[in-house]
């Protein structure tokens, strides 16, 4: 995996008479060091932004809808006020996860009351306490137009 771009993984399914088996085998977990889920339980709330020089997130939603955004860091002392989001809407009901490379902040709201995402992380806790930082939720996008 390109560790320097937003990437979607896209995975798939198949339905038998014994059910439905969802897989992500794209998904290299190899260098995952950490696992975690977010609830949201209101659609107002958003968390944003945090950013990694170092640390890679991954993000799968498995309950509701997430608004997802991120931003490649031009300045970590003062980035820039133009800098542009890209924007992705994850599913609980689409087989997929979000890479967010280190580099990059990130930010995101539900677009379902007790929407719910799974998190995972390349670095230890340890590590990921150090390579911190946060910028105000208003930069980049207007969070309140993405209303669902």
Same mark, same amino acid.
């Given at each position: ?69 991120? =931003?490649?860091? @031009? ?5 820039? /006020?133009?800098? %542009? ?8 009901? !689409? ?23 799974? =998190?995972?992380? @390349? ?5 990921? /306490?150090?390579? %911190? ?8 996008? !207007? ?6």
């Amino acid at each position: 995996m390109d560790n320097k771009k937003l990437q979607l993984i896209k995975g798939n399914e198949h339905t038998d008479h014994r059910g439905t088996l969802c897989f992500i085998n794209d998904f290299n977990m190899s260098s995952i060091k950490r696992m975690y889920t977010i609830t949201h339980p209101s659609t107002s709330i958003v968390r944003a932004w945090q950013a990694h020089k170092m640390e890679s997130k991954y993000f799968k939603c498995i309950k509701g809808r997430f608004l997802i955004a991120a =931003v490649a860091i @031009d300045n970590w002392e003062n980035p820039s /006020k133009k800098l %542009q989001a890209k924007t992705f809407m994850l599913d609980a009901k !689409n087989t997929e996860v979000l890479q967010i490379p280190a580099g990059y902040a990130n930010g995101f709201k539900a677009l379902d009351a007790d929407a719910q995402l799974l =998190v995972f992380s @390349d670095k230890g806790l340890e590590s990921a /306490k150090n390579d %911190q930082f946060r910028f105000d939720e208003n930069l980049w996008m !207007n969070w309140k137009e993405y209303i669902n």
